[in-house]
Protein backbone atom coordinates (compact mmCIF):
# COMPACT_ATOMS: atom_id res chain seq x y z
CA UNK A 1 0.00 0.00 0.00
CA UNK A 2 1.03 3.37 -0.99
CA UNK A 3 0.28 6.37 0.85
CA UNK A 4 1.27 10.59 0.47
CA UNK A 5 1.32 11.78 4.20
CA UNK A 6 0.92 15.72 3.59
CA UNK A 7 1.38 17.49 6.76
CA UNK A 8 2.64 21.29 7.66
CA UNK A 9 4.68 19.87 10.18
CA UNK A 10 6.82 17.05 11.50
CA UNK A 11 8.87 17.08 14.49
CA UNK A 12 11.60 17.49 15.64
CA UNK A 13 12.43 19.29 12.25
CA UNK A 14 9.65 21.88 12.53
CA UNK A 15 7.04 21.52 15.64
CA UNK A 16 4.24 24.08 17.32
CA UNK A 17 2.33 21.07 18.83
CA UNK A 18 1.06 17.74 18.56
CA UNK A 19 0.37 17.44 14.88
CA UNK A 20 4.13 17.71 14.25
CA UNK A 21 4.61 14.49 16.83
CA UNK A 22 2.04 12.73 15.08
CA UNK A 23 3.42 13.26 11.67
CA UNK A 24 6.69 11.57 12.75
CA UNK A 25 5.23 8.80 14.33
CA UNK A 26 2.34 7.71 12.62
CA UNK A 27 3.94 7.26 9.05
CA UNK A 28 6.57 5.61 11.07
CA UNK A 29 4.50 2.89 12.67
CA UNK A 30 3.08 2.74 9.39
CA UNK A 31 6.61 1.96 7.52
CA UNK A 32 7.08 -0.36 10.43
CA UNK A 33 3.98 -1.98 9.41
CA UNK A 34 5.34 -2.51 5.69
CA UNK A 35 3.47 0.04 4.35
CA UNK A 36 5.34 2.45 1.59
CA UNK A 37 4.45 6.23 2.71
CA UNK A 38 5.94 9.10 1.70
CA UNK A 39 5.77 12.57 4.15
CA UNK A 40 5.05 15.76 2.20
CA UNK A 41 6.27 19.01 3.84
CA UNK A 42 6.46 22.69 3.13
CA UNK A 43 10.31 23.58 2.70
CA UNK A 44 10.82 25.87 5.79
CA UNK A 45 14.59 27.12 6.73
CA UNK A 46 14.24 24.86 9.92
CA UNK A 47 13.98 22.09 7.74
CA UNK A 48 16.17 22.73 4.53
CA UNK A 49 19.24 23.57 7.26
CA UNK A 50 18.22 20.15 9.35
CA UNK A 51 18.49 18.07 6.16
CA UNK A 52 21.82 17.23 4.39
CA UNK A 53 21.29 14.94 1.68
CA UNK A 54 18.17 16.44 -0.23
CA UNK A 55 18.05 16.08 -3.94
CA UNK A 56 15.67 17.44 -6.55
CA UNK A 57 13.22 14.89 -7.77
CA UNK A 58 10.72 16.82 -9.95
CA UNK A 59 10.20 20.93 -11.09
CA UNK A 60 6.60 22.32 -10.60
CA UNK A 61 6.49 25.79 -13.13
CA UNK A 62 4.04 28.13 -11.79
CA UNK A 63 0.31 27.41 -11.19
CA UNK A 64 -2.59 29.63 -11.50
CA UNK A 65 -1.99 31.83 -8.00
CA UNK A 66 1.21 29.78 -7.24
CA UNK A 67 5.09 29.89 -7.99
CA UNK A 68 7.20 27.77 -9.00
CA UNK A 69 8.29 24.94 -7.31
CA UNK A 70 10.53 21.86 -6.58
CA UNK A 71 10.24 18.72 -4.93
CA UNK A 72 13.13 17.63 -2.73
CA UNK A 73 13.61 14.39 -1.12
CA UNK A 74 15.30 12.64 1.98
CA UNK A 75 15.10 10.13 4.34
CA UNK A 76 14.09 10.59 8.32
CA UNK A 77 16.66 8.93 10.63
CA UNK A 78 13.53 6.58 11.33
CA UNK A 79 13.11 5.20 7.49
CA UNK A 80 10.65 7.11 6.26
CA UNK A 81 10.95 8.87 2.73
CA UNK A 82 10.65 12.72 3.08
CA UNK A 83 9.25 14.52 0.05
CA UNK A 84 10.33 18.85 0.68
CA UNK A 85 8.49 21.60 -1.49
CA UNK A 86 10.89 24.06 -2.07
CA UNK A 87 9.62 27.48 -3.19
CA UNK A 88 11.23 30.52 -1.58
CA UNK A 89 8.95 32.81 -2.02
CA UNK A 90 6.17 31.54 -0.07
CA UNK A 91 8.55 29.64 2.94
CA UNK A 92 11.81 31.17 3.00
CA UNK A 93 11.60 33.61 5.90
CA UNK A 94 11.84 33.93 9.51
CA UNK A 95 9.62 33.53 12.23
CA UNK A 96 7.54 29.85 12.32
CA UNK A 97 5.81 27.62 9.79
CA UNK A 98 2.18 30.03 10.50
CA UNK A 99 3.84 33.37 11.70
CA UNK A 100 6.57 36.03 12.01
CA UNK A 101 8.85 36.75 14.04
CA UNK A 102 6.18 38.90 16.37
CA UNK A 103 3.73 36.14 16.45
CA UNK A 104 1.24 37.36 13.31
CA UNK A 105 0.13 35.28 10.72
CA UNK A 106 1.87 35.89 7.50
CA UNK A 107 -0.84 37.72 5.39
CA UNK A 108 -0.34 34.90 2.82
CA UNK A 109 -0.89 31.57 4.58
CA UNK A 110 -3.64 31.01 2.56
CA UNK A 111 -1.21 31.34 -0.80
CA UNK A 112 1.64 29.07 1.19
CA UNK A 113 -0.98 26.09 2.28
CA UNK A 114 -2.58 26.30 -0.65
CA UNK A 115 0.64 25.70 -2.70
CA UNK A 116 1.09 22.57 -0.26
CA UNK A 117 -2.38 21.11 -0.69
CA UNK A 118 -2.33 21.75 -5.01
CA UNK A 119 0.95 19.96 -5.21
CA UNK A 120 -0.62 17.07 -2.76
CA UNK A 121 -3.29 16.93 -4.71
CA UNK A 122 -0.68 17.03 -8.06
CA UNK A 123 1.39 13.62 -6.55
CA UNK A 124 -2.09 12.12 -5.56
CA UNK A 125 -3.47 12.27 -9.63
CA UNK A 126 -2.78 11.12 -13.06
CA UNK A 127 -0.72 14.95 -13.51
CA UNK A 128 1.98 13.56 -11.27
CA UNK A 129 5.61 13.95 -12.48
CA UNK A 130 6.73 11.22 -10.38
CA UNK A 131 6.48 7.17 -11.19
CA UNK A 132 5.27 6.84 -7.50
CA UNK A 133 1.65 6.69 -7.37
CA UNK A 134 -0.12 6.81 -4.18
CA UNK A 135 -3.02 4.45 -3.35
CA UNK A 136 -4.64 7.18 -0.87
CA UNK A 137 -3.77 10.42 0.22
CA UNK A 138 -3.75 11.25 3.83
CA UNK A 139 -4.30 15.03 4.55
CA UNK A 140 -3.75 16.63 7.80
CA UNK A 141 -5.36 19.39 9.44
CA UNK A 142 -6.67 22.92 7.30
CA UNK A 143 -3.23 23.28 6.24
CA UNK A 144 -3.96 20.56 3.59
CA UNK A 145 -7.21 20.84 3.35
CA UNK A 146 -7.47 21.99 -0.12
CA UNK A 147 -6.37 19.24 -1.20
CA UNK A 148 -9.27 17.17 -1.64
CA UNK A 149 -10.88 20.10 -3.73
CA UNK A 150 -8.33 19.63 -6.19
CA UNK A 151 -8.16 16.07 -5.97
CA UNK A 152 -12.22 16.20 -6.81
CA UNK A 153 -12.82 15.23 -10.67
CA UNK A 154 -9.05 15.25 -11.22
CA UNK A 155 -7.68 12.63 -13.42
CA UNK A 156 -6.72 9.40 -11.62
CA UNK A 157 -7.33 10.99 -8.50
CA UNK A 158 -6.36 8.88 -5.35
CA UNK A 159 -9.07 8.80 -2.81
CA UNK A 160 -8.55 11.29 0.20
CA UNK A 161 -8.35 10.93 4.15
CA UNK A 162 -8.76 14.04 5.91
CA UNK A 163 -7.31 14.04 9.90
CA UNK A 164 -8.64 16.84 12.12
CA UNK A 165 -6.42 17.16 14.93
CA UNK A 166 -7.89 20.48 16.15
CA UNK A 167 -11.24 21.37 14.89
CA UNK A 168 -10.30 25.16 16.56
CA UNK A 169 -8.17 26.29 13.85
CA UNK A 170 -9.92 26.32 10.41
CA UNK A 171 -7.75 28.48 7.98
CA UNK A 172 -10.33 31.38 6.97
CA UNK A 173 -9.53 33.58 4.24
CA UNK A 174 -11.24 36.37 2.04
CA UNK A 175 -13.36 34.64 -0.80
CA UNK A 176 -11.18 36.25 -3.40
CA UNK A 177 -8.22 33.45 -2.55
CA UNK A 178 -10.86 30.99 -4.35
CA UNK A 179 -9.87 32.32 -7.93
CA UNK A 180 -6.69 33.71 -7.22
CA UNK A 181 -5.29 29.00 -6.25
CA UNK A 182 -7.27 28.05 -9.48
CA UNK A 183 -10.24 26.49 -7.17
CA UNK A 184 -13.03 26.01 -9.41
CA UNK A 185 -16.12 28.89 -8.68
CA UNK A 186 -18.49 26.57 -8.15
CA UNK A 187 -16.61 24.70 -5.06
CA UNK A 188 -17.40 28.38 -3.15
CA UNK A 189 -20.95 27.54 -1.79
CA UNK A 190 -23.12 26.17 1.17
CA UNK A 191 -21.99 22.61 -0.09
CA UNK A 192 -18.49 22.91 -0.61
CA UNK A 193 -15.62 25.18 1.41
CA UNK A 194 -17.78 28.45 1.44
CA UNK A 195 -18.03 29.28 5.51
CA UNK A 196 -20.09 32.45 6.52
CA UNK A 197 -19.02 34.26 2.83
CA UNK A 198 -15.38 33.08 3.78
CA UNK A 199 -12.99 30.42 2.33
CA UNK A 200 -12.46 27.70 4.87
CA UNK A 201 -9.90 25.30 4.19
CA UNK A 202 -11.27 22.71 6.78
CA UNK A 203 -14.73 22.70 5.76
CA UNK A 204 -13.37 21.74 2.20
CA UNK A 205 -11.26 19.23 3.46
CA UNK A 206 -14.41 17.89 5.46
CA UNK A 207 -16.49 18.25 2.84
CA UNK A 208 -14.41 17.06 -0.24
CA UNK A 209 -12.29 14.01 1.42
CA UNK A 210 -13.63 10.13 1.57
CA UNK A 211 -12.98 10.14 4.70
CA UNK A 212 -12.75 11.47 8.11
CA UNK A 213 -10.66 10.89 11.07
CA UNK A 214 -9.89 12.56 13.80
CA UNK A 215 -7.56 11.62 17.21
CA UNK A 216 -9.64 10.29 19.43
CA UNK A 217 -13.49 8.24 19.43
CA UNK A 218 -14.77 10.81 22.14
CA UNK A 219 -14.00 13.73 19.64
CA UNK A 220 -15.14 12.47 16.96
CA UNK A 221 -18.77 12.42 18.86
CA UNK A 222 -17.95 16.39 20.52
CA UNK A 223 -17.30 17.89 17.02
CA UNK A 224 -20.98 17.39 15.87
CA UNK A 225 -22.10 19.21 18.92
CA UNK A 226 -22.66 23.15 19.04
CA UNK A 227 -20.46 23.25 21.82
CA UNK A 228 -17.58 21.53 19.63
CA UNK A 229 -18.51 21.79 16.80
CA UNK A 230 -17.24 25.61 15.71
CA UNK A 231 -19.98 26.15 12.76
CA UNK A 232 -19.02 22.69 11.07
CA UNK A 233 -21.27 20.06 13.82
CA UNK A 234 -24.13 20.45 11.01
CA UNK A 235 -21.56 18.87 8.12
CA UNK A 236 -19.93 16.91 10.91
CA UNK A 237 -22.78 14.95 11.39
CA UNK A 238 -23.97 14.77 7.84
CA UNK A 239 -20.92 12.41 7.29
CA UNK A 240 -20.90 10.87 10.30
CA UNK A 241 -20.96 7.37 8.78
CA UNK A 242 -17.82 8.81 7.01
CA UNK A 243 -16.41 9.66 10.35
CA UNK A 244 -14.12 7.64 12.60
CA UNK A 245 -12.09 8.36 15.86
CA UNK A 246 -8.44 6.79 16.57
CA UNK A 247 -6.37 8.13 19.34
CA UNK A 248 -3.23 8.76 18.06
CA UNK A 249 -0.28 6.73 20.27
CA UNK A 250 3.37 7.82 21.16
CA UNK A 251 6.81 7.64 20.07
CA UNK A 252 7.45 5.24 22.51
CA UNK A 253 11.55 5.05 21.97
CA UNK A 254 11.35 9.34 22.62
CA UNK A 255 9.36 8.56 25.58
CA UNK A 256 10.90 5.88 27.45
CA UNK A 257 11.63 6.43 31.29
CA UNK A 258 13.92 3.31 31.14
CA UNK A 259 16.28 4.81 28.29
CA UNK A 260 15.23 8.66 28.08
CA UNK A 261 18.72 10.84 28.23
CA UNK A 262 16.85 13.96 29.37
CA UNK A 263 16.26 12.30 32.63
CA UNK A 264 18.98 11.98 35.49
CA UNK A 265 18.59 9.03 36.24
CA UNK A 266 15.93 5.96 34.55
CA UNK A 267 13.47 3.86 35.84
CA UNK A 268 10.88 1.05 34.96
CA UNK A 269 7.69 -0.16 36.26
CA UNK A 270 9.84 -3.02 37.77
CA UNK A 271 11.70 -0.49 39.26
CA UNK A 272 10.75 2.90 40.29
CA UNK A 273 13.68 3.88 42.52
CA UNK A 274 15.09 6.14 39.92
CA UNK A 275 11.89 8.35 39.87
CA UNK A 276 12.51 9.99 43.35
CA UNK A 277 15.94 11.45 41.67
CA UNK A 278 14.68 12.82 39.08
CA UNK A 279 12.23 14.57 41.75
CA UNK A 280 14.81 16.33 43.82
CA UNK A 281 16.70 17.05 40.22
CA UNK A 282 13.29 18.75 39.31
CA UNK A 283 12.93 20.55 42.52
CA UNK A 284 16.71 22.29 42.46
CA UNK A 285 16.29 23.15 38.46
CA UNK A 286 12.93 24.88 39.66
CA UNK A 287 14.38 26.24 42.73
CA UNK A 288 12.25 24.06 44.98
CA UNK A 289 12.67 23.11 48.56
CA UNK A 290 13.70 19.55 48.47
CA UNK A 291 10.79 17.86 50.35
CA UNK A 292 10.79 14.36 49.17
CA UNK A 293 7.44 13.73 51.04
CA UNK A 294 5.47 16.78 49.40
CA UNK A 295 3.68 16.39 46.08
CA UNK A 296 4.83 17.87 43.04
CA UNK A 297 1.92 18.26 40.57
CA UNK A 298 3.69 19.37 36.93
CA UNK A 299 2.19 20.93 34.19
CA UNK A 300 3.52 21.30 30.25
CA UNK A 301 1.70 23.25 27.96
CA UNK A 302 0.62 26.52 25.84
CA UNK A 303 -0.61 29.20 28.44
CA UNK A 304 -4.58 29.62 26.98
CA UNK A 305 -7.95 28.73 28.25
CA UNK A 306 -8.58 25.67 26.26
CA UNK A 307 -5.65 24.41 28.12
CA UNK A 308 -7.19 25.52 31.66
CA UNK A 309 -4.36 27.70 32.79
CA UNK A 310 -6.67 30.08 34.04
CA UNK A 311 -8.19 27.93 36.76
CA UNK A 312 -4.72 26.56 37.49
CA UNK A 313 -3.06 29.40 38.26
CA UNK A 314 -6.97 30.54 40.33
CA UNK A 315 -6.31 27.34 42.27
CA UNK A 316 -2.40 27.85 42.49
CA UNK A 317 -2.48 29.61 46.10
CA UNK A 318 -4.58 27.19 47.97
CA UNK A 319 -2.54 24.31 46.21
CA UNK A 320 0.51 25.77 47.53
CA UNK A 321 -1.03 25.99 50.98
CA UNK A 322 -2.14 22.45 51.07
CA UNK A 323 0.85 21.82 50.88
CA UNK A 324 2.18 21.18 47.77
CA UNK A 325 4.33 22.09 44.64
CA UNK A 326 3.60 23.29 41.08
CA UNK A 327 6.00 23.11 38.37
CA UNK A 328 4.52 25.53 35.00
CA UNK A 329 6.70 24.97 32.00
CA UNK A 330 4.89 26.75 28.72
CA UNK A 331 3.74 29.95 26.80
CA UNK A 332 1.09 32.02 25.27
CA UNK A 333 -1.03 34.60 26.86
CA UNK A 334 0.89 37.49 27.93
CA UNK A 335 -1.34 37.79 31.06
CA UNK A 336 -1.22 34.16 32.07
CA UNK A 337 2.65 34.08 31.76
CA UNK A 338 2.63 37.53 33.93
CA UNK A 339 0.47 36.18 36.47
CA UNK A 340 2.37 32.56 36.60
CA UNK A 341 5.89 34.73 36.73
CA UNK A 342 4.29 36.61 39.93
CA UNK A 343 3.29 33.33 41.61
CA UNK A 344 6.83 32.24 41.53
CA UNK A 345 7.64 35.34 43.09
CA UNK A 346 5.42 35.06 45.79
CA UNK A 347 5.32 31.53 46.56
CA UNK A 348 9.42 30.87 46.17
CA UNK A 349 10.33 27.26 47.48
CA UNK A 350 7.01 26.28 46.45
CA UNK A 351 6.23 27.42 42.77
CA UNK A 352 8.26 27.05 40.06
CA UNK A 353 7.92 28.68 36.33
CA UNK A 354 9.86 28.47 33.37
CA UNK A 355 7.96 30.64 30.38
CA UNK A 356 8.83 29.20 26.93
CA UNK A 357 9.42 26.10 25.97
CA UNK A 358 12.57 23.41 26.57
CA UNK A 359 12.67 19.87 25.60
CA UNK A 360 14.94 18.34 27.92
CA UNK A 361 12.80 20.35 30.99
CA UNK A 362 9.27 18.94 29.40
CA UNK A 363 11.17 15.45 30.07
CA UNK A 364 12.03 16.27 33.54
CA UNK A 365 9.00 17.48 34.09
CA UNK A 366 7.26 14.10 33.38
CA UNK A 367 9.51 11.84 35.11
CA UNK A 368 10.35 14.50 38.54
CA UNK A 369 6.14 15.66 39.14
CA UNK A 370 4.42 12.85 41.37
CA UNK A 371 1.27 14.01 39.42
CA UNK A 372 0.44 16.05 36.09
CA UNK A 373 -2.20 18.81 35.83
CA UNK A 374 -4.17 18.77 32.28
CA UNK A 375 -7.22 20.77 32.55
CA UNK A 376 -8.52 21.63 29.14
CA UNK A 377 -11.72 22.73 28.52
CA UNK A 378 -11.62 20.35 25.45
CA UNK A 379 -8.44 18.24 24.09
CA UNK A 380 -9.15 15.94 20.42
CA UNK A 381 -6.34 13.91 21.91
CA UNK A 382 -3.89 15.08 23.98
CA UNK A 383 -0.39 13.59 24.14
CA UNK A 384 1.02 14.13 27.79
CA UNK A 385 -1.42 12.48 29.65
CA UNK A 386 0.45 9.74 27.82
CA UNK A 387 3.22 10.43 28.56
CA UNK A 388 3.20 11.06 32.31
CA UNK A 389 1.31 7.71 32.14
CA UNK A 390 4.22 5.76 30.61
CA UNK A 391 6.31 7.78 33.35
CA UNK A 392 4.48 6.83 36.26
CA UNK A 393 3.06 10.41 36.97
CA UNK A 394 -0.64 9.96 37.23
CA UNK A 395 -1.99 12.76 34.88
CA UNK A 396 -4.97 14.79 36.58
CA UNK A 397 -7.27 15.58 33.49
CA UNK A 398 -11.12 17.12 32.54
CA UNK A 399 -13.35 14.55 31.02
CA UNK A 400 -13.40 15.70 27.75
CA UNK A 401 -11.81 14.69 24.11
CA UNK A 402 -9.12 12.19 24.28
CA UNK A 403 -8.54 12.68 28.40
CA UNK A 404 -11.81 10.78 28.89
CA UNK A 405 -10.71 7.90 26.40
CA UNK A 406 -7.19 7.45 27.95
CA UNK A 407 -7.50 8.25 31.66
CA UNK A 408 -9.55 6.19 33.97
CA UNK A 409 -10.74 7.89 37.30
CA UNK A 410 -8.71 6.64 40.62
CA UNK A 411 -11.33 5.26 43.09
CA UNK A 412 -11.34 2.07 44.80
CA UNK A 413 -13.56 0.69 42.29
CA UNK A 414 -11.09 1.16 39.57
CA UNK A 415 -8.22 1.18 41.60
CA UNK A 416 -9.07 -2.61 42.78
CA UNK A 417 -10.11 -3.90 39.10
CA UNK A 418 -6.70 -2.78 37.75
CA UNK A 419 -8.05 0.16 35.67
CA UNK A 420 -7.16 3.40 37.43
CA UNK A 421 -4.87 5.38 35.40
CA UNK A 422 -5.17 9.08 36.82
CA UNK A 423 -8.20 11.18 38.04
CA UNK A 424 -11.13 12.92 36.31
CA UNK A 425 -12.85 15.75 37.29
CA UNK A 426 -16.14 16.67 35.25
CA UNK A 427 -17.11 20.21 36.37
CA UNK A 428 -14.38 22.87 34.61
CA UNK A 429 -14.17 25.33 37.26
CA UNK A 430 -11.74 26.25 40.05
CA UNK A 431 -13.40 24.49 43.06
CA UNK A 432 -14.22 21.24 41.52
CA UNK A 433 -10.23 21.08 39.92
CA UNK A 434 -8.81 21.84 43.49
CA UNK A 435 -11.46 19.33 44.75
CA UNK A 436 -9.62 16.61 42.11
CA UNK A 437 -6.31 18.02 43.50
CA UNK A 438 -6.86 17.06 46.85
CA UNK A 439 -8.07 14.02 46.49
CA UNK A 440 -5.14 13.48 44.21
CA UNK A 441 -2.98 13.77 47.51
CA UNK A 442 -4.69 11.53 49.39
CA UNK A 443 -3.83 8.84 47.51
CA UNK A 444 -0.16 9.79 46.81
CA UNK A 445 -0.02 9.34 50.48
CA UNK A 446 -1.43 5.86 50.65
CA UNK A 447 1.60 4.25 49.48
CA UNK A 448 0.01 1.20 48.62
CA UNK A 449 -2.44 2.84 46.25
CA UNK A 450 0.16 4.85 44.67
CA UNK A 451 2.05 2.34 43.68
CA UNK A 452 -0.44 0.28 42.26
CA UNK A 453 -1.46 2.99 40.03
CA UNK A 454 1.73 4.02 38.72
CA UNK A 455 2.28 0.48 37.82
CA UNK A 456 -1.57 0.62 36.06
CA UNK A 457 -0.69 3.96 34.29
CA UNK A 458 3.27 2.70 33.00
CA UNK A 459 1.76 -0.90 31.93
CA UNK A 460 -0.36 1.04 29.66
CA UNK A 461 0.22 0.39 25.50
CA UNK A 462 0.22 3.91 24.14
CA UNK A 463 2.34 2.74 21.42
CA UNK A 464 1.56 3.40 17.72
CA UNK A 465 0.99 -0.03 16.52
CA UNK A 466 -2.74 -0.42 17.07
CA UNK A 467 -3.87 3.11 15.79
CA UNK A 468 -1.46 2.82 12.81
CA UNK A 469 -3.58 -0.57 12.05
CA UNK A 470 -6.80 1.18 12.40
CA UNK A 471 -5.53 3.59 9.98
CA UNK A 472 -4.95 0.63 7.38
CA UNK A 473 -8.51 -0.48 7.36
CA UNK A 474 -9.34 3.10 6.63
CA UNK A 475 -7.30 3.43 3.44
CA UNK A 476 -8.52 -0.36 2.58
CA UNK A 477 -11.79 0.58 3.14
CA UNK A 478 -11.80 3.74 1.03
CA UNK A 479 -10.06 2.11 -1.66
CA UNK A 480 -12.19 -0.45 -1.90
CA UNK A 481 -15.11 2.43 -2.10
CA UNK A 482 -13.34 4.03 -4.92
CA UNK A 483 -12.79 0.44 -6.75
CA UNK A 484 -16.65 0.11 -6.44
CA UNK A 485 -17.54 3.32 -7.78
CA UNK A 486 -15.26 2.74 -11.01
Known amino acids: MRILFATSEVAPLIKTGGLADVSAALPAALHDLQVDVRILLPGYPQVLSALSNLQTVAEFPALPGFPAARLLADTLPNGVPLW ?14 YQNEAGVDWPDNAQRFGLLSRITALLG ?37 MTVHN ?25 GVEFYGSLSFMKAGLFYAD ?27 QRRDVLTGILNGIDTEEWNPATDPRIVRTYSAYNLNGKSANKRALQRRMQL ?18 KG ?11 AALPAQLVLLGSGDEKMQHAASQLARDYPGQIGVQIGFNETLSHMIEAGADIFLMPSRFEPCGLNQLYSQRYGTPPLVHATGGLIDTVVDCNKYTLMRGSASGFVFKQ ?41 AAYLEIYARVMKQRAGAA
Open 84 to 97: VIECPELYKRGGGA
Open 125 to 161: SAASPLNWHPDVVHCNDWQTGLAPVYLHGAAGAAPCV
Open 167 to 191: LAFQGIFPPKWVADMGLPKECFKLD
Open 211 to 237: HITTVSPAYAKEIQTEALGFGLQGLLY
Open 289 to 306: QLEPETPLFGLVSRFTEQ
Open 309 to 319: LDVVLEIAPQL
Open 428 to 468: MDAATLLDTVVRAIETYHDIEAWHNLQLNCMRKDSGWRRSA
